[in-house]
């Protein structure tokens, strides 16, 4: 390297006895390359290459304070092990991003879509603000946290990296969040119709259904659908299904709410959309997964 013999120094795989600005050299050739660099050290002299790298890893305990400063991540431990289940935690902790944000936008997305569509399809006010802000706070609140302790998906971490440049709705996201609120608005003004048609308290139907399709998706976008390790999910989503039911045969809440109870029959039809909800969210959860490129595009490591 110090006599300029080394063309490309991609294509060499292991160098001994660098000196710094040689480490630069080398981090900055794999970020020409387009890739996300990573480097480690524990030295003085490890401090510019790991400032550069895009991702500094200093050892914590034999490690230099110089390092330690200039490094992003920090092993504790010392063992590279730990990088392991570092990044299998960020993939799992990103994934219930995107999950949560499918879910969170399509329901929001179905809200403003049946409100514009409701009027023209005989609907005068499909729902009212009380209405929306109840659902909102069932599905966003509740269920919207318990998603955040989802356990890590079964192949997240045999999945090439995702490219750099991809917004947190690539990938595929934007897609599912499209089809989904699609199929909740449906299903949702179909049954708010059926309700009218048969002289029943449509609104609170509509209502009903909305948030039923909504608490299915929820369920449908899980990575291990009877796993146990995340209880919190299936328990919000009964606790919210409660003051659903709440919302339309408590009093109290049924007066602010301006809901009505529903008979039968209504309830029938609003909980037979939510089906539509779950069957839709377990067949978009693996759809629209665009090939991600494994060559420029991926990760490489110094040390």
């Known amino acids: 390297m110090a006599a300029g013999r080394v063309p490309d120094l991609t294509a060499v795989r292991v160098f001994a006895r660098t000196d710094p600005q040689q480490k630069l050299d080398i981090v900055e050739a794999w970020r020409a390359r387009g890739a996300v660099t990573a480097m480690t050290g524990d030295g003085v002299?490890?401090?510019?290459?790991?400032?550069?790298?895009?991702?500094?890893?200093?050892?914590?305990?034999?490690?230099?304070?110089?390092?330690?400063?200039?490094?992003?991540?920090?092993?504790?431990?010392?063992?590279?092990?730990?990088?392991?289940?570092?990044?299998?935690?960020?993939?799992?902790?990103?994934?219930?991003?995107?999950?949560?944000?499918?879910?969170?936008?399509?329901?929001?997305?179905?809200?403003?879509?049946?409100?514009?569509?409701g009027p023209v399809l005989g609907l005068p006010l499909p729902l009212r603000a009380g209405q929306i802000l109840w659902i909102n706070l069932l599905t966003h609140g509740l269920t919207g946290v318990a998603m955040g302790a989802e356990p890590a998906s079964p192949g997240a971490m045999r999945r090439p990296p995702r490219p750099p440049g991809q917004h947190i709705l690539g990938g595929g996201a934007w897609q599912r969040l499209l089809v989904l609120a699609a199929v909740v608005t449906t299903a949702s003004l179909g049954a708010g119709l059926a309700a009218q048609a048969l002289d029943l308290a449509w609104q609170s139907v509509l209502f009903?259904?909305?948030?039923?399709?909504?608490?299915?998706?929820?369920?449908?976008?899980?990575?291990?659908?009877?796993?146990?390790?995340?209880?919190?999910?299936?328990?919000?989503?009964?606790?919210?299904?409660?003051?659903?039911?709440?919302?339309?045969?408590?009093?109290?809440?049924?007066?602010?709410?301006e809901t009505e109870p529903l008979g039968w029959a209504g309830a029938g039809i609003a909980l037979a959309c939510a089906p539509a909800g779950f069957v839709a969210a377990r067949v978009v959860r693996n759809a629209f997964h665009p090939g991600q490129p494994t060559g420029a595009g991926g990760t490489s490591g110094l040390r």
């Open 45 to 117: 002299n490890d401090g510019p290459a790991l400032h550069r790298a895009d991702i500094g890893v200093a050892m914590g305990a034999r490690g230099t304070e110089v390092a330690r400063q200039a490094a992003d991540l920090v092993l504790t431990d010392d063992e590279l092990s730990t990088v392991v289940a570092a990044v299998d935690e960020g993939r799992r902790v990103y994934d219930n991003i995107r999950r949560f944000l499918v879910y969170g936008m399509s329901g929001g997305a179905a809200e403003i879509l049946i409100m514009l569509i």
């Open 208 to 257: 009903l259904a909305l948030l039923a399709a909504q608490l299915c998706v929820v369920l449908g976008l899980r990575a291990r659908l009877l796993t146990r390790k995340n209880p919190f999910l299936p328990l919000s989503v009964l606790a919210s299904t409660l003051l659903a039911a709440a919302a339309l045969y408590v009093p109290f809440l049924s007066s602010v709410l």
